[in-house]
């Protein structure tokens, strides 16, 4: 398996990113994708899952500002962020279960 992140970097208060994961390996339209992340001197925190069928859920921190999505096509997973907060300052990781990626920082600063 191998997950690997992109698009993270420093967006001011209110600003978006797009993150995107490219999955190799293992069988990726069936499998449930995930993103977590992990603030500095956090825990990790589970953030939003895409399932095989396109279903999604959220962290109710996220809810109604990120939007997954999945290309089986391309193996890869995104992670569009919208209006985001300096407490979304986190590493985000890609998941396939207990399975993360090397994860992308993103730091919302002014």
């Known amino acids: 398996v191998q997950l690997v992140e992109s698009g993270g970097g420093l967006v001011q208060p209110g600003g978006s990113l797009r993150l995107s994961c490219a999955a190799s390996g293992f069988t990726f339209s069936p499998s449930t994708m995930s993103w977590a992340r992990q603030a500095p001197g956090k825990g990790l925190e589970w953030v939003s899952a895409i399932y095989s069928d396109g279903t999604t859920n959220y962290a109710d921190s996220v809810k109604g500002r990120f939007t997954i999505s999945r290309d089986n096509a391309k193996n890869t997973v995104n992670l569009q962020m919208n209006s985001l907060k300096p407490e979304d300052t986190a590493v985000y990781y890609c998941?396939?279960?207990?399975?993360r990626g090397q994860g992308t920082q993103v730091t919302v600063s002014s």
């Open positions: 998941a396939l279960g207990a399975t």
